[in-house]
């Protein structure tokens, strides 16, 4: 059964909302070429002047840097910074998805260790998950990692890991064992120093020469023991309830943004009758997909399972951000010059990736129907 439940943002949601614009109106340096695609704009210091408001690890104990404030509020900061394109890349996936991951597995050392630093905008983390051969099929994870002493040594390589190249960890899903008639058994999760000598990091390039994506090979890595997250084992447990907040958020049908933006800069001097038209189709799509991303953040304040609709909210809005930019490069053919052409040549240089990372499309329908009973 679905849930959604109707959800009204809170009054101290909407201050904060207030204050995360004027920020942004503050530090407009930092938004000279906005794009609200998350995994665009790598800028550490815009990075740790959000973690000095507090707007990282929001929701975290203050024992560990967070501000305890409510998934709610935390919404409202991820959507006020992703419609202004702000560059946010850096302490992305640390925010997202590794804290809570360390908060609800990592050990009390791990969570010394790490999470100040990731609320303070200073520390970031890749994901170790995709591997060549096995798209996103998590449960054929071949990088092994054997323990030897009092640590592990990781052999094989990841694919897909966003910002490795430059962030300071990755949470590598690894197989420490059999795995078993479900394949889920005998998978861990260790985190790996990317800075270390026997880390090699392959950038992959896209069309437009950039490399935000890379290749990451190990070959007789040495990890210490502890830096196991949760139990030897457990991984597939912790990976499944870490893509909960991977694939619910904003993010997920905020990408192409700037496109629909000045799509209605345009239309605010003469709308066409298809321009007008195409308007409020995506208004709809771009509504309806808030208020279920809006609800998902209240299941999550509630601490309830939010695998299915999370899952759903990112199939839908995936579909709708690349769906995005072609309709209205096709509405807009005679007038799409300036900030509108800059908008719609960096989001189809990103497009093809919107569908891969998080999960195929493949992959979320099959959740999906598990998740209802169809399969």
């Not at 201050?15 to 503050?26: G, I, M, N, P």
């Not at 490399?211 to 447990?237: H, S, Y």
């Not at 960096?346 to 493949?362: C, H, N, Q």
Request: hydrophobic letters at 45%; charged letters at 20%.
């Amino acid at each position: 059964m679905l849930n959604f439940p109707a959800t009204a943002l809170p009054p101290e949601a909407l201050t904060l909302r207030s204050e995360v614009r004027a920020f942004l109106d503050q530090h407009r340096a930092f938004l000279e070429r906005p794009n609200s695609d998350f995994t665009t704009g790598y800028e550490p210091e815009f990075s740790r002047l959000l973690g000095a408001r507090g707007w990282i690890g929001m929701t975290w104990p203050r024992a560990f840097g967070g501000a305890e404030r409510s998934y709610l509020e935390r919404y409202v900061v991820t959507e006020e910074l992703l419609a202004a394109g702000a560059p946010v890349a850096a302490h992305w996936i640390a925010d997202r998805q590794t804290g809570p991951l360390l908060l609800r597995f990592g050990s009390p050392d791990q969570q010394a260790r790490f999470l100040p630093g990731v609320a303070a905008g200073e520390s970031y983390f890749s994901i170790g998950m995709s591997e060549p051969g096995s798209g996103s099929d998590l449960a054929s994870v071949a990088t092994r990692a054997e323990q030897r002493g009092n640590g592990f040594v990781i052999n094989g390589t990841k694919l897909w890991s966003t910002g490795a190249h430059r962030n300071h960890y990755l949470v590598a899903l690894v197989r420490t064992g059999d795995a078993g008639p479900s394949r889920h058994e005998g998978l861990s999760q260790l985190i790996v120093d990317l800075r270390a000598d026997d880390v090699e990091i392959r950038p992959i390039r896209n069309m437009g020469g950039a490399a935000e994506f890379n290749e990451i090979v190990f070959a007789d890595t040495q990890v210490p023991a502890d830096r196991l997250v949760g139990t030897l084992g457990n991984g597939w447990q912790q990976v499944t309830s870490e893509l909960a907040f991977e694939r619910s958020g904003p993010e997920r049908f905020l990408s192409a943004f700037r496109v629909l933006v000045e799509l209605v800069r345009i239309a605010q001097r003469e709308p066409t009758l298809v321009q007008r038209q195409l308007l409020g189709r995506l208004a709809a799509h771009f509504m309806t997909l808030r208020r279920m991303s809006v609800a998902v953040a209240s299941l999550l304040t509630e601490n309830q399972d939010v695998a299915l609709e999370a899952a759903l909210v990112k199939e839908l809005g995936n579909n709708f951000e690349k769906a995005l930019p072609e309709a209205v490069r096709l509405a807009v053919a005679s007038d799409c010059g300036g900030a509108l052409r800059t908008a719609l040549n960096d989001t189809l240089l990103l497009a093809p990736a919107f569908t891969l990372r998080g999960g195929t499309r493949e992959i979320l329908r099959g959740v999906i129907a598990r998740g209802l009973g169809l399969r």
